[in-house]
């Protein structure tokens, strides 16, 4: 176990700064008896005049029993971005400190990282099975380096990482360890949010977005200690989360067997998408996915992108990324769609 302390990384001015206080924080209880002339809000109701919970107690607890975690260690954010967005802004000093990430990844690490003034430095995959090389990680590593960031199943590789390296990483770094599961529904493995009572510089992220199906409601979520949770709730806009995302994850969390079938579905219909791509003569590799999408090196990413969209198919083109020349990111679809897609790749190779 690594010497890693909370207090020897928060920023001093985030440390030495009060909270803003709403009116929602400094009385909680709701009561349709209660007359509320505290928060300037419009009286006249129309179901959504007065403000939302500041901490949204109730997706919280929701989300507590479905991942069985204390709702208290759970963040909520206006997408994935605000939550990572927070964790820069409370850890990292701008202009002075740095963070590493493994590429090809996300690219938001790096946006947020140039938006608080850190510095980014990029830590190559293996090649030949897209894990992270940990001694070139560690070379990067130096008395400014805050936070390491690990997507996983990373994205667009497709590849959840073998616990033996995250372990690795956590006990050997003092700083803070983000890894992101926004795909760890389609993934075999096992998320890393058990851990946290475990390694208190482990930092979980994932999403409603992807296996949950509300991408258009935005809304992140950070598992991590209650220590961590208590520092950014002190930096984080106080109304974050709106009325309307609140009820719609309450709505769709609370059945969460439908959410389960969908996510088998996609998996399946990933299955036979794999498959199905074998036959297709320029496809030169299929990498193996613990996500919703498949990544695939064809002979000519550009062309091949170019002709789908003629085709009203709209793939990921990732030639540009690190390590992923000619290849291209296809989500898994309905059977339909997915269907469109093979048909379509079947004309292009009778054409060649």
Do not use: H
Not at 12 to 19: C, D
Not at 129 to 136: C, L, M, S, V, Y
């Amino acid at each position: 176990m690594n010497s890693f302390n909370i207090n020897n990384i928060i920023r001093p001015n985030v440390k030495a700064m009060k909270a803003y206080s709403s009116a929602r924080d400094e009385f909680q209880e709701i009561n349709d008896d209660f007359v509320f002339l505290d928060a300037n809000e419009n009286p006249f109701n129309n179901g959504l005049n007065r403000y939302p919970d500041p901490l949204q107690r109730n997706v919280k607890s929701i989300l507590s029993e479905i991942k069985n975690f204390p709702a208290n260690q759970i963040l909520l954010g206006n997408g994935s971005d605000e939550v990572l967005d927070l964790i820069f802004r409370a850890f990292c000093e701008p202009n002075q400190d740095n963070v590493i990430a493994i590429s090809p990844s996300y690219g938001m690490y790096g946006v947020l990282a140039n938006l608080n003034a850190i510095e980014y430095r990029k830590s190559l995959l293996n090649e030949e099975d897209f894990q992270p090389n940990i001694e070139d990680i560690f070379s990067k590593v130096d008395d400014n380096t805050k936070m390491i960031f690990l997507c996983s199943p990373n994205n667009p590789t497709g590849e959840i990482i073998k616990r033996e390296f995250i372990l690795e990483i956590v006990t050997r770094f003092n700083g803070l360890v983000i890894i992101d599961e926004a795909y760890i529904d389609f993934a075999t493995g096992v998320s890393w949010i058990k851990e946290i009572k475990n390694y208190p510089n482990v930092i979980v992220t994932q999403t409603l977005s992807k296996a949950v199906g509300l991408a258009g409601i935005r809304l992140g979520i950070l598992y991590a200690s209650q220590e961590i949770v208590d520092v950014l709730n002190k930096i984080k806009p106080p109304y974050n989360i709106n009325q309307l995302t609140q009820l719609k994850a309450i709505e769709i969390l609370s059945d969460y067997d439908k959410v389960i079938a969908v996510t088998n579905t996609i998996i399946e219909q990933k299955e036979v998408l794999e498959t199905a791509l074998i036959e297709i003569s320029f496809v030169e590799k299929i990498y193996p996915s613990d996500a919703n999408f498949i990544l695939i090196k064809v002979d000519n990413a550009n062309e091949r992108y170019n002709q789908l969209v003629e085709k009203g198919i709209v793939i990921r083109n990732r030639n540009n990324d690190d390590l992923c020349q000619n290849c291209l990111r296809i989500t898994v679809g309905t059977d339909e769609e997915n269907e469109k897609l093979m048909t379509t790749l079947k004309d292009l190779v009778r054409k060649i």
